[in-house]
């Protein structure tokens, strides 16, 4: 009978689906699991990263110095990726379950502490202590970390953008002296001469491309901000100079070509797959961290680097700035335990402790204090490369993201202004134009909604 | 409303009566025989689209296998089939399997997608059938309107109750426990209620009647008589709905906060955001995340098929 | 009475559960969505603010809703399409049909994240398996996902590879066409594609129409395919900004709920506008009876 039949089929399916979940419990239960808290008995801190693989580890490195440091708190740091990790700490905030402190590098403070999501860290300090900090701190450490006149983010590492080259290729292409040209368009022609195609003029030797938009807009002038008036500044003739020249440099070789290539090559960012350590590019614009990854995973290479050179009329010594910074969330459970990692980290109290931490990571100080401090020195002595950003740290010319309350949104939109002009989807001019407009609409949207900016 | 034409749509019991042998059948356009050539041709035609079908997975399997340097090798292949036999790994490399699963907890990740899966076959089916019952089996007032309101739900977009719910979990204090993902499925799925609605439907009632005069309660009717019944379309649900858990990617996205936490489906999603490019490693992921439902496959074929059939015939 | 009670009783679970998980957050998304709220305040209400500005001064709202409107115009019939030519093959009487049905069937099992992973993969415009394929014929092939005019595409295809679990829908319709119809129309001289036009495809339009209609549904939420293989952007020049990615990203990437809220309504009157016109018109085409 035909219901007899299906009953025992279905017997069979229940029983799998059984057996199934079984094995796999058992199996889960049998691989090796991370490890369980060390301290048990201490107050846990849970911190949120975005460093995956070896950058983890040093990560991890100095959660447990930290935690070896003192017997009250313990961190517990956990890895959250990149790429949807804004998201992630805004549903968790919302949510009411946030970590304690959070280690971010995009340029989040201003929209989250308009919509409430932070503390101002200067009120976990004596006024004292904060004057001194506030006098202490490096300018961009203090543009980066500080919105509406209290500091919300405090910099563990601030990166810098500069020039990685091979000087053997600059040699190759005729260039005696191993310097880069004066000029950024004399760079972009030495890149021309660099780079290589196949038969199909398939690109498969990348001489020189610049980083994105944003990246590129402080070598022609003040970029998207003036940090003067407090106004935003989208057309400029500066702004849209800097988007020619990058959607020129895509142009020529086609971003087809350029998204391919770069599709084909590994890029992950950890480890030896960094294309300037495989030899896939010439000349290439990337922060400081770099050396001390060139020091693990290519200690033969030979490399130099530099500033960007200006473009003519335009600006030496420039470079968009970013920051690790570390954010206390409101709601946090214990954000005694995470200003006391916070200040472990960036120094604020101990700068000549905190100076060896900065560089496990390759990153660039918080304040000259912890520059002068002789580990950090040591460093510098030992990887006369990584000099070129901490000289550049006192620069005028170092730009980061607006202190807007939108400013998810507007770094979002100027990338993919920057994305329609490089692939020539539109010309620069209305690529501009169009971001501007964006930034009006929203401007005027938030208006409507009785914002006060 | 989709309700009409769901509600008026034919209605065949789940264990539908034997078909005609084989040999009778129909074919396409009800040729009943084929010639030779004819499928000579067939042959060659499914042959031919099986090659897309089953690419992708042999693809997925082989990339696994193989060390990452082969990966970015730029050997060029002189034609089509030596390109075929160079996706080939050369040496099988195991390791990446264990690699995978210490750059990524999986092994976690798999402890709480099987929580949860449990949790929700066993909620979700469980409740659906007694709601189910009530639907088919109980004449009260208003039943049709609910039913129909029912059917409604399906057609409403979760975007729109996204937003009141976290809101509600987050009052609760649940946001980022397991809660938020098990808490729904106690209170039955829409479309498992629908099937085994159908499915009461078709029971005949002189087998319950007996059992009413004997004097049973209408719960002992529905545990000791209707749900043994009804295992087959329970079957189907408990499968269905361990699938919907086992891909569910945008509950573990809203809700779960703590890696230590994670599902497989958001655990790969993670590997793959933070891994980009280390193609063999999220390859073995990827085969970790999907050999298991395969395997399931393979053991409950006839239970996967008769339960998608069933949800097409029974609209 | 007892019977009301009782017949109440059983229901209650599902009551409940439609109380707190659809019709309370239901009445609530449309107080939010004329209020603007970020979860952690207390929402302000703010009028219809929210809507005017969506359908005047959101460029990117028309964009999405454009490229939702033609995911569903192109991905639902093509899947209609592929899945019926597929169970009409698949539904002949040759040797080791069985193995065919489970290649087909296959792809459609595996998990979504998994699929857009292996996708992302196979559809590396250098290293990739389909350009692989088409460089050793000498053809140069797109730049699939990061390109702006094939990402659209490669979501489509993407989701033709999941063909199969309709497939079988369409197959179980096939196998319940009675034989009778096809005897009795050869004995009239129809030929196989008379038979096919008269006989098969209307008997089908039933397991088509709720294909049509789950398609469509589900097109207009389509989120996680998207958001996993362009790992959680909005592709080359915004091309694969579907609605509920623009919706999820207003939400939590923004924080702003209350917008997010309208475009969840405007969602919802949309998905119920197509749906119903997709059932006015099933009296229409969609045949039913023996």
Known sequence: MAIDQTSARAGRTLLVLGILAFVGLVISFALPKPAERLYPERIPVRFWHMWTAEWKAVVDDIADRFNKSQDKYEVIALSIPPSGGETKFVLAVAGGDPPDVMAQWNPVIPSWVDSGLLQPLDEMMPPAQWRQLHSDMYPIARKIGMYKDHLYGVTVGLDLWACYYRPDDLRAAGVPDDR??????????????????????????????????LHTTPLFGNGFYDWESGKLTIYTPDNLRALQTLADAYQRLGFDNVSRFQAGIDQSSFSAGWPFISGHYSICVDGQWRVEQLAQYAPNLQYKTAPLPAPTGGRPLASFAGGNFMIIPKGARCPAGAWEFVKFWSGIENPERAAELYTKGGWLPLMPAITNAPAYQAYLKKYPQFKTFVDMLPSENIQTTPPVPYTIYLTDRVSVCGDLAMRGLQTCEEALRGLEKEIAQEQARRKEFGYAD | MPTEALATAPVEPLHAPERRPARLRPSVGGTPTLSRTQKLITHAVLLLLCVPFVLPLVWMLCTSLKPETDIYSEKQPANAVQYLISMLPAHARWQNYPEALQTVPFATYLQNTLFLCICNVLFAVLSSAVVAYGFARINFKGREAWFMLMISTMALPDQVTMIPVFGFFRKLGLYGTFMPLILPALFGNAFFIFLLRQFFRTIPDELTEAARID?????????????????????????????????DFFGPLLYINDPNRYTLAYGLQQFMSSYGGKWALLMAGAC??????????FFAQKTFIQ????????? | MKRHLVGYAFISPWLIGFAVFTAVPFVISIYLSFTRYNVVTEPVWVGAVNYRTLLAHDPLFWKAMGITLKYAAIAVPLGIFT??????????????????????????????????????????????LVNGILRSVDIIGPNWLGSEDWAFTSLVLMGLWGVGGSMIIYLAGLKDIPYTLYEAAMIDGANAWHRMRHI??????????????????????YFTQAYVIMDATSGPNDSTLFYALHLFNRAWRYLDMGYASAMAWILFVLVMTVTLTIFRSHRRWVHYGN
């Open chain 2, 215 to 247: 004097g049973a309660t209408e719960w002992g009717i529905f545990w000791q008589i209707m749900l043994p019944l009804a295992k087959p379309a329970l079957a189907t649900c408990a499968l269905f709905q361990f699938l919907s858990t086992w891909n």
């Open chain 2, 288 to 297: 970790i995340f999907t050999i298991p439902i395969i395997i399931l496959f």
């Open chain 1, 180 to 213: 880069l040209p004066p000029t950024l368009e004399e760079l972009f022609a030495l890149g021309a001469r660099l780079d290589r195609f196949d038969d199909h003029k398939n690109l498969t030797h990348l001489g020189f491309l610049p980083e994105g938009y």
């Open chain 3, 200 to 221: 098969t495809l209307p008997m089908l339009t039933p397991v088509i129409f709720f294909n049509l209609v789950m398609g469509v549904i589900s097109a207009f939420q």
């Open chain 3, 83 to 128: 899945g019926v030519a597929l169970a009409l093959l698949l539904n002949l009487e040759i040797r080791g049909i069985a193995i065919y049905r489970t290649i087909f069937y296959l792809p459609s099992i595996v998990p979504v994240v998994a699929t857009s992973v292996v996708f992302l993969w196979i559809l590396n415009p250098q290293i990739g």
């Open chain 2, 307 to 315: 339960g998608i059939s069933t949800t097409g015939s029974k609209a």
